[in-house]
């Protein structure tokens, strides 16, 4: 798929509230308007470096965030927050917290989940790789770009199957105290990630 057509696939997606973010939810975010380039410029002056090519044609062409997997993907100023902060915001406030760990350069957090788990990307290379972070185990590096990324999307994959193994374990309901089964995240799909691409 071309970035045209990509870019064509998104805008037909995201024109219904109801397919804007997946997992589907009553209060889907609002559509934002494509960001500025006052606020591309500022977010790249807040965070220290250029915004990946696609990345910016997304934001500049599409929309400012507020679509895609998760809660949405984040956006610069003006556009969809996270936690009322956007990319740039989110990413320093990260690089400061330090303990119990310590946020990489260049790791920009996209798409929220919950449970401290983001749809990143390594901001430092050419192809934006997607790198899963979860919790306090660290960053794993998915098979995806964020081209093939959003494509999946598009394409309605679901993609918080395709970046974790699950097991089921034995359980007990806690309303009808029967047996029962729930799923767990056994790890995520892919290898270590390594900053910059190990460059």
């Known amino acids: 798929m071309t970035k045209d057509q990509l870019f064509d696939a998104i805008r037909a997606r995201i024109a219904d509230p109801a397919l804007r973010i997946t997992p589907p939810t009553t209060h889907p975010p609002r559509l934002y308007d494509p960001a500025s380039a006052a606020a591309l410029a500022k977010a790249e002056g807040d965070l220290g470096f250029t915004l990946p090519p696609l990345l910016r044609a997304v934001y500049a062409e599409i929309a ?15 556009g969809h927050t996270g936690y009322g902060k956007t990319i740039a915001g989110l990413y320093n406030e990260f690089r400061s917290s330090g303990e ?3 946020w990489p350069e260049g790791l920009l957090p996209l798409w929220e989940w919950g449970c ?7 901001a430092r290379t050419t192809e934006g790789p997607i790198v899963t972070h979860e919790g306090m185990t660290g960053q ?10 959003l494509e999946a999307w598009v394409a309605d994959i679901n993609l918080w199957d395709e970046f974790f193994e699950w097991e089921s374990v034995p359980t007990i309901n806690p309303f009808t105290r029967k047996p029962s ?5 056994v790890r995520a799909k892919g290898k270590p990630w390594v900053p910059g691409g190990g460059a």
Do not use: K
Not at 64 to 78: C, D, I, K, Q, T
Not at 140 to 149: F, R, V
Not at 181 to 185: E, V
């Open 181 to 185: 089964t729930a799923s767990r995240i």
């Open 140 to 149: 794993t590096e998915t098979a995806y770009t964020l081209h093939s990324w």
């Open 116 to 122: 401290t788990i983001w749809s990143c990307l390594d």
């Open 64 to 78: 400012n965030g507020g679509f895609g997997p998760g809660y949405g993907m984040l956006g610069v100023e003006g």
């Open 100 to 102: 119990p760990y310590v």
